[in-house]
Structures are given as structure tokens and as C-alpha cells.
């Protein structure tokens, strides 16, 4: 998660193809069960996204919108929760999914408390803390990785559901729980199918915690 993007390359790892890999490899290959529930067979998604997996990036994305609403649904379903699971050391953080040409690319900003009297060239973009401070965001994003830009109104259908909140809401402050953790988020959906954006603003006590 640490690495930074160099002129040109991609932005981090494609987080499909690394569900895809983990996934397959974790079972033995007599007792293989293709995820999502997305059929069978040498034919089903599972193997047509991860025959594209071995190729470009352009390549995975058009199989993935060649998907049905219902197969992209149960993808953004599946990989939802390892988002809100990013084993964050600090907060308040920001996450940003944002539509870049064949790519969902996926970006981590740490948020700092900010200074009341800044020097001007240090001027961050100012940001809600949980508290309702201001915290002062840092310029440069660490890249976690990208996504198929198919998948990008999956998401956001996907968040809408289970979040319960109606088409022309973009934005709602939750508690979720997800990988033994729960945080205080700020949701928020950009206009025009762009992409997502979750303000990490705090962590919660769990169980885990008390274990």
C-alpha cells in the first residue's frame, strides 16, 4: 500500500486479479468452487475473468462489462468488504475510487490535524474530522490498487443497498464492521457514475478488541 506512482505506470496492483489468484489457490483444485456463485464449468465467469486476468487490463474490463447487473452485483458484493477492511494505522484517512480511463483506481490519503495558522504553501485541502474539527489533507495519495471501471455502478448500487439510502442521496455517515473492525465512515457517492469516496473518520471498540 505504501508504494507511490511513477510517471506512467500503473497505479498499484489490480485488486480483480488478486481475489482471483488467492481465491484459486486456496483450494485444492478437485474441490474448486468458482466464487460469486457465478456458475460452472470451464465456461462460467469465474473462468472467463481469469483467463482475461493474463492479459491487458482493457481485456478484463471488457469481460467484465459483458457481465450481467447480476454477476457485476455479486462481485462488488464480495470485494466491498476487503475496502473497508484496509488495516489503517491512523485517522482520520481518505479512500477515493475514481473512474481513470479502463481503471478503477483506488487512492489512500492520510489526513492530518490542521494548523490554524499554516504557512500558505503548506495549505491542504480542508477536510470534516469526526469531531468536527478541521484536518488538513496531505497532497500525496498512496495507491492501493485498481479495479475493472465496469465494476464502478456495481459499487455504488451495491453500497446504496445495503446502506438503504435512495437514489438522489450521495452521501451518509455509517458504522460499519468489516475484518474484525469497526469504524465511523462517511460514504459518499460522486455524481455521474465518477467513483466513491469513504472518509475513514474513526475507529470504534469490538469485540476483537476486548478478546
Known amino acids: ?68 447487473e447480476t454477476e457485476r452485483s455479486r462481485i462488488a458484493e464480495a470485494l466491498a468488504p476487503l475496502i473497508f477492511a484496509l488495516p489503517l494505522r491512523t485517522y482520520p484517512a481518505e479512500l477515493r475510487a475514481e473512474r481513470a480511463g479502463e481503471r478503477l483506481v483506488l487512492s489512500l490519503r492520510h489526513l492530518e490535524p490542521h494548523n490554524p495558522a499554516p504557512k500558505a504553501e503548506h495549505c491542504g485541502v ?12 496531505r497532497n500525496t495519495p498512496e495507491y492501493v490498487g485498481h479495479l475493472p471501471v465496469g465494476l464502478t455502478v456495481a459499487f455504488a448500487a451495491y453500497l446504496r443497498r445495503v446502506l438503504n439510502w435512495p437514489e438522489e442521496q450521495r452521501n451518509r455517515v455509517v458504522t460499519v464492521s468489516s475484518g474484525g473492525r469497526r469504524r465511523r465512515v462517511r460514504v459518499t457517492i460522486l455524481a455521474r457514475n465518477r467513483g466513491i469516496v469513504v472518509r475513514f473518520l474513526e475507529r470504534l471498540p469490538s469485540p476483537a478488541d476486548e478478546a
Do not use: F, I, Q
Open 1 to 68: 500500500m505504501n508504494a507511490r506512482k511513477a510517471p506512467g505506470s500503473v497505479p498499484g496492483p489490480d485488486l480483480l486479479v488478486r481475489y482471483l489468484n488467492a481465491y484459486l489457490h486456496a483450494r485444492p483444485l478437485s474441490d474448486l468452487e468458482r466464487p460469486w456463485g457465478l456458475g460452472d464449468g470451464l465456461d462460467s465467469v469465474c473462468g472467463r475473468l481469469s483467463e482475461a486476468a493474463n492479459g491487458a487490463g482493457e481485456r478484463l474490463n471488457r469481460v467484465v462489462s459483458e457481465l450481467s
Open 126 to 137: 480542508l477536510c470534516e474530522h469526526a469531531n468536527g474539527k478541521k484536518v488538513k489533507e
